[in-house]
């Protein structure tokens, strides 16, 4: 169905593109292309009528009714091109005057789903023949029960859309049972999360599950030491890991800091500011801690001593602590003296 320009250049081009929407044909429809027995004639007047009926976000089963007053252009050619389907058995007309028709595509549709099911059937029939995947037989012996068809797909997702090998499903397999939970959901969790890190082996799981558990343990140090009972979000765990990983401090120089933080009204906030001046200092390690400490007390030890000079200094002015040594005066000045008060 032809509709008038919505403007000139490429703008007006791509407006009335997307006014216009696009058409569903399921995919299906093209991988059985041949089965179906559609032939380029056939698929040309499909798409002929689906241009003229067929609407964005529209179902493929839909039921179509198209009218000589909607569409007085295309009507007789749709009519004609529908009737011609449905000699094919690939619509079926449930109305039909000079002046309306209402058809739908059920005939294709039900074929579709003929073929479909005799290659799902057969694909059943070739997988018994060779047995499960190993994977899920590996499953179903490690986990100690039979899979649901569910848990099947599932498994077989982590081999086909994660590119995992037989040894990266026993990999997780392992880890849930190492962990005592082996629901689906939870196992699907791990496979995801291995797969987001990029790890494809089993040593890289190793390695990974290695730094966890030490990633793990350095979360613990400091919430025991600040007394957070609650657990870490995950902004907060990685704040911990950049107090490691990026600035470089020791076990030792991070619990002087959490030992400082303590009882403050946020402590996490408080130790990473505490880590940030450190930083700022040079300190890394508990050696570089305890030598600005030392030089610390040493400074606070030295105004301590100029203090108290100070104030002895100040004590003295106007009076002095020094004991003069007089000369021992004769008999004679003293009678001098005492004859100056008597006269």
């Given at each position: 169905m032809?509709?008038?320009?919505e403007g000139p250049g490429e703008f007006g081009f791509f407006e009335a593109l997307m006014k216009r929407g696009f058409v569903n044909i399921p995919r299906m429809l093209f991988d059985y292309t041949l089965d179906l027995g559609l032939d380029y004639d056939r698929i040309g007047k499909i798409f002929a009528v689906l241009a003229c009926v067929g609407g964005p976000g529209e179902s493929p089963y839909s039921v179509y009714t198209v009218t000589r007053r909607n569409t007085p252009r295309d009507f007789d050619q749709v009519r004609t091109l529908v009737l011609q389907l449905e000699e094919d058995m690939i619509t079926r007309c449930d109305h039909v005057t000079e002046n309306e028709v209402t058809f739908s595509f059920g005939p294709l549709f039900a074929r579709l789903y003929a073929v479909w099911e005799e290659y799902w059937h057969e694909h059943q029939r070739e997988m018994a023949r060779k047995g499960p995947h190993p994977a899920v037989a590996l499953a179903e012996r490690l986990l100690g029960r039979s899979l649901s068809t569910r848990?099947?797909?599932e498994i077989l997702s982590w081999v086909d859309e994660y590119g995992f090998a037989v040894e990266m499903v026993e990999a997780v397999l392992r880890e849930g049972l190492r962990q005592g939970v082996t629901r689906m959901s939870y196992l699907k969790a791990i496979a995801r999360e291995w797969a987001e890190a990029g790890l494809q082996t089993p040593a890289q799981v190793a390695a990974y599950l290695e730094e966890h558990q030490k990633a793990v343990a350095r979360h613990r140090k400091a919430t025991h030491a600040l007394g957070i009972k609650r657990p870490l979000t995950a902004?907060?765990?990685?704040m911990i890991e950049r107090w490691y990983e990026e600035w470089g401090f020791d076990d030792d120089v991070i619990l002087q800091a959490c030992e400082q933080s303590a009882g403050a009204k946020n402590p996490l906030q408080y130790t990473n500011k505490v880590l940030e001046s450190w930083l700022q200092e040079g300190i890394r390690t508990r050696a570089d801690l305890d030598r600005?400490?030392?030089?610390?007390r040493q400074?606070?030890?030295a105004g301590v001593e100029s203090g108290r000079?100070?104030?002895?200094?100040?004590?003295?002015?106007?009076q002095s602590n020094v004991i003069l040594k007089r000369e021992k005066k004769d008999d004679s000045y003293y009678e001098v003296v005492f004859k100056r008060y008597d006269d």
């Amino acid at each position: 169905m032809a509709l008038a320009p919505e403007g000139p250049g490429e703008f007006g081009f791509f407006e009335a593109l997307m006014k216009r929407g696009f058409v569903n044909i399921p995919r299906m429809l093209f991988d059985y292309t041949l089965d179906l027995g559609l032939d380029y004639d056939r698929i040309g007047k499909i798409f002929a009528v689906l241009a003229c009926v067929g609407g964005p976000g529209e179902s493929p089963y839909s039921v179509y009714t198209v009218t000589r007053r909607n569409t007085p252009r295309d009507f007789d050619q749709v009519r004609t091109l529908v009737l011609q389907l449905e000699e094919d058995m690939i619509t079926r007309c449930d109305h039909v005057t000079e002046n309306e028709v209402t058809f739908s595509f059920g005939p294709l549709f039900a074929r579709l789903y003929a073929v479909w099911e005799e290659y799902w059937h057969e694909h059943q029939r070739e997988m018994a023949r060779k047995g499960p995947h190993p994977a899920v037989a590996l499953a179903e012996r490690l986990l100690g029960r039979s899979l649901s068809t569910r848990d099947v797909r599932e498994i077989l997702s982590w081999v086909d859309e994660y590119g995992f090998a037989v040894e990266m499903v026993e990999a997780v397999l392992r880890e849930g049972l190492r962990q005592g939970v082996t629901r689906m959901s939870y196992l699907k969790a791990i496979a995801r999360e291995w797969a987001e890190a990029g790890l494809q082996t089993p040593a890289q799981v190793a390695a990974y599950l290695e730094e966890h558990q030490k990633a793990v343990a350095r979360h613990r140090k400091a919430t025991h030491a600040l007394g957070i009972k609650r657990p870490l979000t995950a902004a907060e765990q990685a704040m911990i890991e950049r107090w490691y990983e990026e600035w470089g401090f020791d076990d030792d120089v991070i619990l002087q800091a959490c030992e400082q933080s303590a009882g403050a009204k946020n402590p996490l906030q408080y130790t990473n500011k505490v880590l940030e001046s450190w930083l700022q200092e040079g300190i890394r390690t508990r050696a570089d801690l305890d030598r600005m400490l030392e030089q610390k007390r040493q400074t606070a030890a030295a105004g301590v001593e100029s203090g108290r000079a100070a104030r002895s200094g100040r004590r003295g002015s106007g009076q002095s602590n020094v004991i003069l040594k007089r000369e021992k005066k004769d008999d004679s000045y003293y009678e001098v003296v005492f004859k100056r008060y008597d006269d």
